[in-house]
T-cell receptor
Framework: GQNIDQPTEMTATEGAIVQINCTYQTSGFNGLFWYQQHAGEAPTFLSY????GLEEKGRFSSFLSRSKGYSYLLLKELQMKDSASYLCAVRDGTDSWGKLQFGAGTQVVVTP | EAGVVQSPRYKIIEKKQPVAFWCNPI?????LYWYRQNLGQGPELLIRYENEEAVDDSQLPKDRFSAERLKGVDSTLKIQPAELGDSAVYLC???FGSGNTIYFGEGSWLTVV
């Protein structure tokens, strides 16, 4: 099984930077995903990490440390539209498929 | 290119009534998933299809839930009879193979009263 922990809520000011941490305990590991979900909408894919290190994609970056069971999503130059829930999801490596399990999500509130 | 399409978008039913949700995955995606998402929680997998075969249904409450994907494209998820605790968002998702990025539909919001 897996345990995925992320903070429930974070608040930041427009233009600032926010870092959302995610820790996981898995029986095997085959990649970590970050999804963004606006209220009432579908989760949309943001990033994927399978090797240690930082993946940068515009204002969003995601970091992974497999030895520490740790990832973070970094949101830079925050905009009001970034107010959403951010879901950390881990694919385990116990079978050929690798089930994707989601954390409960971190609600990011961007204030003016 | 069209994304994952789901219907209905919203459904309110009385407990003990049946309900069905339909999903059309992204064209070319052979893997289809049904997830359930409760308020304030992440999605939880109910069932995964590889083409027409259900290869992981371990989390599907089989006493009242059923799903099918007869021609390996569209899928239907049914609940009969519905209970109050089934109120949730039912998300369909698809991917090109099991190991690749999963793309979600907008979900079917179910309220059981």
């Amino acid at each position: 099984g897996q345990n995925i922990d992320q903070p429930t809520e974070m608040t930041a000011t427009e233009g600032a930077i926010v870092q959302i941490n995610c820790t996981y305990q898995t029986s095997g590991f085959n990649g970590l995903f970050w999804y963004q979900q606006h209220a009432g909408e579908a989760p949309t894919f943001l990033s994927y990490n399978v090797l240690d290190g930082l993946e940068e994609k515009g204002r969003f970056s995601s970091f992974l440390s497999r030895s520490k069971g740790y990832s973070y999503l970094l949101l830079k130059e925050l905009q009001m539209k970034d107010s959403a829930s951010y879901l950390c999801a881990v694919r385990d490596g116990t079978d050929s498929w690798g089930k994707l399990q989601f954390g409960a999500g971190t609600q990011v509130v961007v204030t003016p | 290119e069209a994304g994952v399409v789901q219907s209905p978008r919203y459904k309110i039913i009385e407990k003990k009534q049946p309900v069905a949700f339909w999903c059309n995955p992204i064209s070319g995606h052979n893997t289809l998933y049904w997830y359930r998402q409760n308020l304030g929680q992440g999605p939880e997998l109910l069932i995964r299809y590889e083409n027409e075969e259900a290869v992981d249904d371990s989390q599907l409450p089989k006493d009242r839930f059923s799903a099918e994907r007869l021609k390996g494209v569209d899928s239907t998820l049914k609940i009969q009879p519905a209970e109050l605790g089934d109120s949730a968002v039912y998300l369909c998702a698809s991917s090109f193979g099991s190991g690749n990025t999963i793309y979600f539909g907008e979900g079917s919001w179910l309220t059981v009263v």
